[in-house]
């Protein structure tokens, strides 16, 4: 979500009613909205509070790029903290959780 956004809003699960709602808000005040496709994020078993359980993530690891390309050996993965959501980023619920790759050799 972009700063100061305050909903993150998918046409997939909302009834038609509120849809056209939203459509109506949406043709009175364009530039308060950004649209953007959802992403088919991965899962990935997670701990939480119950133990174990699969979590949607986006990973973000990190390329070195020079002579040649390294892998560093950590990064950031967003992780939706409630089961089935899609929604990764903090602001509307989400978490990180640290990213280790475990690999000798870190090359590319």
Not at 65 to 76: A, N, T
Not at 94 to 108: F, I, L, N, Q
């Amino acid at each position: 979500m972009a700063p100061g956004a305050t909903a993150c809003w998918s046409a997939r699960v909302r009834l038609k009613r509120k849809r056209e709602a939203f459509r109506q808000r949406l043709l009175a005040n364009p530039a308060n909205y950004i649209a953007q496709d959802t992403l088919a994020l991965s899962t990935c078993p997670t701990f939480v509070d119950e133990g174990l359980s699969p979590r949607h993530i986006d990973l973000r690891p990190y390329v070195l790029s020079g002579q040649e390309m390294r892998l560093v050996p950590g990064g950031l993965t967003r992780v939706a903290l409630t089961e089935g959501s899609l929604v990764v980023n903090s602001s509307q619920g989400g978490g990180t959780k640290d990213t280790w790759v475990m690999e000798d050799d870190a090359s590319c």
